[in-house]
């Protein structure tokens, strides 16, 4: 039998899906990010179904640009930011994850109850970190800078991809 070292389909299509929902939220945001985040969208997925993880990244990448585009150009609240951040840490580690399955085990292999179980621990985390983040925000006195909504995005992130 032989064993094809790609990553399994399911693993593919949530790490697209991710990468989708960030795309659109951040599309809804701001046209320009919306582009990016298009193109993010299309590299995540290709890399992933690929195995590639360099093109993983570049997707990655693109989309954490449209991020920031959509923070610099728009007067978005912190809520799509958050949902956007959260969207593109989850593409990146559930891309990782079925890459690293696919080398392992194969695209052959059931791992569905292992790509379930690490979505859902991935979602939870970035949940808490985004109420988190989102509650400092609102607590925060007064009238926050940009650069204060920047950061806390940025710590969402940091935290769900220390999760991996």
């Known amino acids: ?36 985040a298009g193109v993010g969208l299309l590299l995540v997925a290709a890399g992933t179904f690929v195995g590639s993880r360099r093109v993983l990244g570049y997707g990655a990448v693109s989309l954490v640009a449209a991020l920031l585009v959509a923070g610099a150009v ?32 194969g695209r052959e292999t059931d791992v569905r109850r292992n790509l379930a179980t690490h979505a859902a621990s991935s979602v939870a985390v970035g949940a808490v970190a985004g109420a988190v983040a989102f509650g400092v925000y609102v607590s925060a006195a007064g009238g926050q800078p940009v650069v204060a909504l920047v ?11 220390a999760v991996r």
């Open 1 to 36: 039998m032989t064993v094809t070292r790609k990553p399994p389909r399911l693993g593919v299509a949530l790490a697209s899906l991710a990468a989708g929902v960030g795309a659109a939220t951040l599309g809804l945001v701001s046209a320009p990010a919306g582009g990016v």
């Open 74 to 105: 728009s007067t978005a609240g912190p809520g799509p930011m958050l949902v956007g951040g959260l969207a593109t840490a989850l593409a990146w580690d559930l891309g990782e994850h079925a890459i690293g399955l696919g080398e392992q085990l």
């Open 151 to 161: 950061f806390l995005l940025m710590g969402a992130v940091a935290l769900v991809s």
